[in-house]
């Protein structure tokens, strides 16, 4: 099946400083992919939806200064995390919908990556 | 935001048990519908599609109620395995179709 890597699987960084997660489709091009943060217990919450080429679209409460996305290719797309505080301290997800007729296909997840602001 | 609701559990059955999840979306023009599973601290994996005939693999079987808007995942034999998140996820209309997901639903298989 296809795969979505996404890279670094866990970051520690210190309060003020910014991190920067990609999120790449391996085996096929994505024009969209979606960025999700989940807190313990939590479900995956719609960060913002990336679209290849163009500005990406965000969730309503979703800081767009502070994560910054950028989609320049059909295979990859950043998550930039600017100034981070410990609260920003979550589980973050990327996922690339495998391109069909309908765009209503499969989502395939990035392994996520693990970010602890201390 | 077109909610998508689970009940978060947990569902804590024996081994052999057959045990069934629901999930109910809110906007009745979704147009496509998964389970995905979801094991501790790692991402979520694909377990099915929902199509409207029903879907059935092995133990696993999903179904679409479209009328009263609600999709639904029945596991025969749970094994000690099947014990991890179970998340459904609806296809919003509007742009790029966008992906809601429920807050999952907590499956415990015990000896």
């Known amino acids: 099946g296809a795969v979505v890597s996404q890279h670094p699987s866990r970051v520690i960084c210190k309060s003020g400083t910014s991190v920067k997660i990609e999120c790449r489709s391996l085996d096929f091009q994505a024009t969209t992919m979606f960025w999700y943060r989940q807190f313990p217990k939590q479900s995956l919450m719609l960060m913002a939806t990336s679209n290849e080429g163009s500005k990406a679209t965000y969730e309503q409460g979703v800081e767009k200064d502070k994560f910054l996305i950028n989609h320049a290719s059909l295979t990859l797309s950043t998550l930039t995390v600017t100034s981070a505080h410990p609260e920003d301290s979550s589980f973050y997800i990327c996922s690339a919908r495998a391109i069909t007729g309908d765009n209503t296909g499969e989502l395939f997840f990035g392994e996520g990556s693990r970010l602890t602001v201390l | 935001r077109k909610e998508v609701e689970q009940d978060p559990g947990p569902f804590n059955v024996p081994e052999g048990a057959t045990v069934a999840f629901n999930c109910t979306y809110s906007n009745s023009a979704s147009q496509s519908f998964f389970w995905y599973r979801q094991d501790c601290r790692k991402e979520p994996k694909l377990l099915m599609s929902v199509y409207s005939s029903g879907n059935e693999d092995g133990r696993f079987t999903a179904q679409l109620n479209r009328a009263s808007q609600y999709i639904s995942l029945l596991i025969r034999d749970s094994k000690l395995s099947d014990s991890a998140t179970y998340l459904c996820?609806?296809?919003?209309?509007?742009?790029?179709?966008?992906?809601?997901f429920g807050r999952g639903t907590s499956l415990i298989v015990h000896p």
């Open positions: 996820v609806v296809n919003y209309p509007g742009g790029s179709y966008i992906p809601t």
